[in-house]
């Protein structure tokens, strides 16, 4: 049984003849946070009004006009160059505009979500994106067939994946290797070894 995220102790309980099992995992907060997704960081170009001045004075100041005038004259003889002056000198200008972003991991499918649900999901993306398109009463009702089918399918998915958790379980009870990789598995955390 799993208990909510936010409560400390998750309680695994298995009547068995041969071997009964109780495992009570005590978690903490720093393990939470281990557990979570890796941020990543990335400069990005935003274009911010108040700082409109200060980009059009970087592109007025004399070293860029420099640089201007150089790929202007290069563009007779090589247009690459020309073209990679001109785009370091836009560049060097929107310094003053960089901005540090966040970008979050993209998060991993679960195991029950194969490449039936993949192709599901695909396919009501698709409609999602034809109804938003033509807005007609017959791709509406295509969109909505096709959501429900696809939520039908994961639901379905779901709950075969998590009926077969306590039998995969109640299996591999003889070997112990396998029974605690699974138990890990199951509660989803990572227990440090002792």
């Known amino acids: 049984m799993k208990k909510r995220l936010n409560d400390p102790v998750m309680i695994l309980w298995i009547e068995s003849d041969h071997l009964p099992v109780s495992l009570t995992v005590r978690t903490t907060q720093a393990d939470r946070q281990l557990s979570r997704a890796v941020r990543q960081k990335v400069e990005k170009l ?32 090589d247009i690459n160059n020309a073209v990679g002056l001109l ?26 979500f194969d490449a039936e649900c993949v192709q599901a999901k695909k396919e009501a993306k698709s409609r999602l994106r034809t109804l938003r398109r033509y807005m007609t009463e017959l791709t509406r009702q295509c969109f909505v067939d096709i959501k429900r089918q696809y939520q039908k399918l994961v639901r379905e998915k779901k709950r075969k994946y998590k009926n077969s958790k306590p039998e995969l379980l109640t299996r591999d009870i003889i070997n112990t290797k396998l029974f605690w990789k699974e138990v890990h598995s199951w509660l989803g955390i990572k227990l440090k070894q002792l």
């Open 46 to 77: 935003v274009w911010d009004a108040d700082k409109a001045q200060l980009y059009s004075d970087a592109l007025r100041s004399r070293e860029t006009q420099e640089k201007l005038t150089r790929a202007t004259s290069d563009i007779d003889v």
């Open 87 to 112: 785009v370091e000198f836009l560049q060097s200008a929107a310094d003053c505009m960089k901005k540090e972003v966040t970008i979050n991991s993209p998060k991993r499918e679960a195991e029950w």
